[in-house]
């Protein structure tokens, strides 16, 4: 691919990589919760998922200037999806900080 579009796809790329390592670090605090170190384990997670959400905004950037193609309208659908899912995971994550473990049996 050449030009602009190019560019932007290759930085997109770049963007998801990065998110999807920023996922895998926040599955792993999940899978990890402790109650002594809770508070740092949520702010951990929120970072991580914070930047993932920043990755797919910052991909959607790339293609501002270009308004048209369906191969454009379908990717940016998809990345509109991933963004959402993330800002859901997001606002689970914060809810999970608020109420703490306290609210889950122990296991």
């Given at each position: 691919?050449?030009?602009?579009?190019?560019?932007?796809?290759?930085?997109?790329?770049?963007?998801?990589?990065?998110?999807?390592?920023?996922?895998?670090?926040?599955?792993?605090?999940?899978?990890?919760?402790s109650r002594t170190t809770f508070v740092t384990q949520?702010?951990?997670?929120?970072?991580?998922?914070?930047?993932?959400?920043?990755?797919?905004?910052?991909?959607?950037?790339?293609?501002?200037?270009?308004?048209?193609?369906?191969?454009?309208?379908?990717?940016k659908n998809r990345v509109l999806r991933a963004t959402?899912?993330?800002?859901?995971?997001?606002?689970?994550?914060?809810k999970l900080a608020a109420t703490g473990l306290e609210?889950?049996?122990?296991?």
């Open positions: 691919m050449k030009g602009k579009f190019g560019v932007a796809l290759s930085d997109c790329i770049e963007c998801f990589d990065n998110a999807i390592d920023e996922l895998h670090k926040s599955l792993g605090v999940l899978r990890k919760l949520m702010g951990d997670l929120n970072t991580w998922l914070s930047a993932a959400l920043t990755d797919g905004n910052t991909c959607l950037d790339g293609f501002e200037e270009d308004r048209k193609g369906n191969q454009l309208k379908s990717l959402r899912f993330t800002s859901n995971a997001l606002a689970l994550a914060n609210s889950f049996p122990d296991t």
